[in-house]
Every structure is written in structure tokens, then in C-alpha cells.
């Protein structure tokens, strides 16, 4: 099978690594370090600088069974609950079941978690967990924190290579499909300036999510669809793309507002910020037995209806009474959330009088490269780990904190198996442009309006029918510029179109895929996953029954798992 590539000047430099790792946040960070010492040479290939992934944005923390009378038993179930009868029942149990253990290793690596008094760690509580499980550091910066230790691990390790300002075009197979290479455009950073290869024995994909696909989103701007769109190309599988998660509370800034916007951790309603409407009406009332810290798809969508019934374009957060009696509110979140203080002060809310606004935004992606319990895609030699994947464990909405645990956990895996699996240095095959030329960044603006208004929080069908009418059209527009911009506009259209045909055909409502035609769960129709390839240089999205794994909905082996809830 010739690799599907995208046009790109010739090469002007090689290079070569046992291992190349795309992405510099938990995921790739963590792989890097765990193969360091088991293989010759390794070479992270990062977007921008180290520390410019999704990972430093991380607000809340990493949940993992840490604290007292917690057990993986009630993380898999709260899991399994939140995933909406999608999610991977052996995936989930080696999450729960290795994540103590992985925290232990990234605190051993220098990552300082906030404690109480008594020097154990300071455990919290987030939307859909029954128990408080959320470790944090510095209050809000936990993501901060973890990327800062794993960026001075690799820095002590001269045995890992860095390429930063590196972008990855296409992952270069084989003839027998394997992976052999990257074509890979390092922009302006010494004798490895313009389009090169690396030739390589094995590539894991840590390269984070899609979020630039909508007009707004929580993610930084490299979140550009860039490893799934690659690992399409070549001969990968995409699974569960329609699930996106959408974040309840993202600071709205206006009807104009575009990019990344400001997040309000879930920690803030995990200490008793509750969310209400125009008239002060508590919005999560009567809605889930968890109110305010239900599930992010339930509260997502009671922020929507509310705003649909009302004719509002926001919702309101009351943090006001933060603190209690032991402090006063002011107080509370300069010690807390010293970090939301200083987003919402910049943009002149100050958290102890007045409410947040906030309403629904991109946030994360459950979907991904289709891999299976270690990491490997169907590409012999291809692993992936963190938002890029789709390992299982997330189903169609994940569990709060759960995605910096995945990458963590699953990272570790892939190092526990790829050296085994290592594959000799193979010449690429020849390579072949059918269907994938180039579309001009000029068209990212149309886009992202598409994916926000038709492919968003609330769809039907015929709003994904005529966004994907709309994803085509672009498609036949050709760029006359081959530069970064329109590599990132192919990807992400590339990746916009996977999602919005698999989103056309769940025609269920299940976890964050909300189909107003279809309001509601059909397990006998919809269990299972709707899985992305690319034939003779379409998409092509079929559906792969499996069944549905949900505590709320069937009964589980041992019950006593939600004691203390």
C-alpha cells in the first residue's frame, strides 16, 4: 500500500534514532525517559519548545487511588460510569490498577504534588469521582509542575535528542507498511533548518489532541490534529473521533473570541463553586446525583439547554463564598487557584464578588489512533499514547484528571514492550500525493466556524451532513503555498471530516456526543465504536460492535466498590 503524503519541498538533511518520540508533554516526556536506557538512541520531535503542549495547562491534577479507603475498584467504576458504555473494560483496569504506582514514579522524578499538614498528599475531588483522588500542585498549576520535572529529567539525559520548532509532515512506511521514517520541518533552529528525514526503527506518537478544529477551546495552539492526521495517512486506524469533550466551564469572553480561552478548573466546583443561570437559579439542581461535579458531558449539556431556553450565550459560576469560616474568599483563591486568579483578574473578574462567566468549550479528545493495551496501532513499529490515542480507557466522555494519568500509564507500557519490537532501519517506499494535496490556511477560519456551529456540543443531521458538504469543498481548494499553515489546515481538515462523517452516523446521544435528533442511548444499535481509515484517499468510517461496558446501566461483579460515595 503507497503512503498517502502531503506535498512538501525535497529533503535537505537526514538524520537516524532507534526511537523517535513526537510531543514533549506527559506522555512523550515520560516514554522518552523510560527508553532512554534501553535503546541506542532517542529523539523527541516537539511543535514548539518543550514546555508548549497541552500538559503545562493542566489545572486540576492526576487522578490515581492515593488516598485512604481508595481503591482501584471505585476509580474503574466511576471510570466506566463516565465513559457512557464505551470505554475498553481492560483498558480502564490498567489505568486504575497501575496508576498508583506511576504517580509514585513521576513524583520520584522531581514532581512536587501540594500536601497537608500532616506531609501526606493533598487529595481533591472533581466532576464524576466519588472519592477524593485528584493530586495538584501549587494549588492550580499541577500541569505546570509535572512538565517542569519530566523537562529537567530529559535535560539531564544527554542520551535524548530534542528537536524543537520541529514539525512532523508524514511518517514515511516501509514496504512492508512498517514504520521506516518522518519527513519532518524543523523551522530555523541551526544546520537541521527546512524539510529533512529521520529515519527511525519505531515512533510513538505523543503529539496531543485535535482542539484547534473549533473556534474555541482550552487547548494551546499547537493542538492542531497533527499526529491523528499523519497516522491516517499511514495505514493507521482512527477510533471514536465523534467523542469530544466539551468543558463546562471555559470563561466566555464574547461572541468574537477565537483560539485558546481560559479554563476554570473543575477543582473550583470540586470545592463548592455550583453553577447557576441569569435569574440565579441553581442550574445542576435536580439534574445527577452528583449536582455540580456530575460528569463533564451531563453538565455541559444543562449549561446548553439553559442557554438555548433562556437565549443566552453564557452561564454563571459562583465562587463568591470560597473559604468559608476558616478564611475569607479573597484569601481562599490567592492560596488555591492563584493561577485562575490571575486569568480571571485579567480580564477584570475578581472570583470572591463577582460571578464567572463560562459556557461550554473544546477541550479534549477521547478518540484517537486506535491502539491496543501496549500502545501499538496497526502500523508495525507505530505506538501512541495520550490525547492522540484512543487506548480505550475514556469511552465517549472521559473522567476528570483521568488523561494525564493515561499518558503517564500508558507511556510506561509502550516502553515495556518496544524494544522488543524494535524493526531494522528500512528505506521508505515510495510515497504517493493521491487525495492529499495541500488546502491553504486561509481556510481554517471556515473551518473552525463549520466544526463549532454544526459539529459542536448539540448536533443533527442535518448540520453534520451539510458540514460535511462544506469539509469537501474546502478540500478541492488547493494551496498555492507550501509552507506550516497549510500542512496544519490539511490536518486538521483531514481530521474535522473523520470526525464529523463518525458523528453523522452515531445516531444515539451517548456521553459527549449529543444528537438532538436522537436524544437517546441505544446500546442495541450503538455499542461499539465507529473506527476511521482512508481508502483510495477518502474517509471512510465503519462500525466495529462491541459491548457496552457501564455500571450505571447494568449491575457490576461487586457492588461494595461505591461504598463511601
Not at 451531563?298 to 442557554?307: D, Q
Not at 493515561?406 to 504517493?432: H, K, M, N, W, Y
Not at 488547493?478 to 497549510?486: K, L
Not at 456521553?511 to 477518502?538: I, K, M, Y
Amino acid at each position: 500500500m503507497n503512503m498517502q503524503l502531503l506535498s512538501a519541498r525535497d529533503p535537505g538533511w537526514t538524520e537516524w534514532a532507534d526511537v523517535i518520540v513526537v510531543g514533549s508533554g506527559i506522555a512523550g516526556l515520560t516514554a522518552a525517559l523510560r527508553l532512554k536506557d534501553q535503546v541506542e538512541r532517542v529523539a523527541v520531535v516537539t511543535k514548539d519548545v518543550l514546555q508548549a503542549g497541552s500538559t503545562q495547562w493542566a489545572q486540576g491534577g492526576i487522578a490515581a487511588a492515593l488516598g485512604e479507603g481508595d481503591t482501584p475498584d471505585q476509580h474503574e467504576v466511576d471510570t466506566l460510569v463516565a465513559g457512557a458504555g464505551a470505554c475498553d473494560l481492560e483498558a480502564v483496569r490498567v489505568l486504575v490498577g497501575e496508576g498508583a504506582e506511576a504517580v509514585r514514579e513521576l513524583i520520584a522524578w522531581g514532581a512536587e504534588f501540594d500536601k497537608d499538614p500532616a506531609g501526606n498528599l493533598s487529595l481533591t475531588r472533581e466532576g464524576g469521582h466519588r472519592r477524593d483522588r485528584i493530586a495538584h500542585a501549587d494549588g492550580d498549576a499541577t500541569g505546570a509542575e509535572i512538565q517542569r520535572a519530566l523537562m529537567e529529567a530529559v535535560r539531564r539525559a544527554p542520551e535524548i535528542m530534542v528537536f524543537e520548532h520541529a514539525m512532523v509532515v508524514d511518517l514515511l512506511t516501509a514496504a512492508d507498511g512498517g514504520v521506516a521514517g518522518l519527513t519532518i520541518h524543523v523551522m530555523g533552529e541551526g544546520d537541521a533548518d527546512g524539510v529533512g528525514i529521520v529515519r527511525t526503527r519505531a515512533v510513538v506518537l505523543a503529539s496531543g489532541g485535535l482542539g484547534q478544529v473549533f473556534s474555541q477551546t482550552t487547548n494551546p495552539a499547537v493542538a492542531t490534529a497533527d499526529g491523528m492526521a499523519i497516522a491516517l495517512r499511514a495505514g493507521a486506524t482512527l477510533r471514536d473521533l465523534e467523542f469530544v469533550q466539551f468543558h463546562p466551564t471555559v470563561m466566555y469572553l464574547g461572541e468574537d473570541s477565537r483560539g485558546q480561552q481560559p479554563l476554570i478548573s473543575e477543582a473550583v466546583r470540586g470545592e463548592g463553586a455550583f453553577l447557576v443561570d441569569w435569574d440565579g437559579n441553581r442550574l445542576m439542581e435536580g439534574v445527577h446525583e452528583l449536582g455540580d461535579l456530575a460528569p463533564r458531558d451531563i453538565v455541559s449539556k444543562a449549561i446548553m439547554k439553559r442557554m438555548l431556553d433562556t437565549g443566552r450565550t453564557n452561564m454563571w459560576l459562583d465562587a463568591r463564598h470560597l473559604g468559608g469560616a476558616q478564611e475569607t474568599s479573597a484569601a481562599f483563591w490567592e492560596r488555591r487557584f492563584p493561577n485562575i486568579l490571575a486569568s480571571l483578574r485579567s480580564h477584570g473578574v475578581e472570583p470572591s464578588v463577582d460571578l464567572i462567566p463560562v459556557a461550554p468549550a473544546c477541550h479534549y479528545a477521547s478518540g484517537g489512533v486506535r491502539t491496543d493495551l501496549w500502545g501499538r496501532s496497526d502500523v508495525p513499529g507505530l505506538y501512541a499514547t495520550g490525547e492522540v490515542a484512543c487506548s480505550g480507557v475514556h469511552g465517549a466522555n472521559r473522567l476528570a484528571s483521568n488523561s494525564l494519568l493515561e499518558g503517564l500509564v500508558f507511556s510506561r507500557r509502550i516502553a515495556e514492550v518496544l524494544p522488543g519490537e524494535l524493526r531494522q532501519l528500512e528505506d521508505p517506499a515510495p510515497g504517493a500525493a493521491t487525495g492529499r494535496a495541500l488546502v491553504p490556511g486561509s481556510a481554517l477560519k471556515t473551518l473552525q466556524e463549520t466544526m463549532t456551529t454544526k459539529v459542536g456540543v448539540l448536533r443533527n443531521a442535518t448540520g453534520l451532513a451539510e458540514a460535511v458538504e462544506t469539509l469537501e469543498q474546502l478540500g478541492r481548494t488547493p494551496a498555492t503555498e507550501i509552507d506550516p499553515a497549510a500542512w496544519e489546515a490539511t490536518n486538521l481538515l483531514t481530521v474535522s471530516l473523520a470526525l464529523a462523517k463518525s458523528a453523522l452516523l452515531r445516531e444515539e446521544t451517548r456521553g459527549s456526543h449529543w444528537r438532538e435528533d436522537f436524544a437517546e442511548r441505544d446500546d442495541a444499535g450503538f455499542a461499539g465504536h465507529f473506527d476511521v481509515r482512508l481508502r483510495d484517499g477518502e474517509t471512510v468510517a465503519t462500525f466495529t460492535p462491541g459491548a457496552a461496558t457501564d455500571p450505571s446501566q447494568t449491575p457490576i461483579q461487586n457492588p461494595t466498590t461505591l461504598a463511601g460515595a
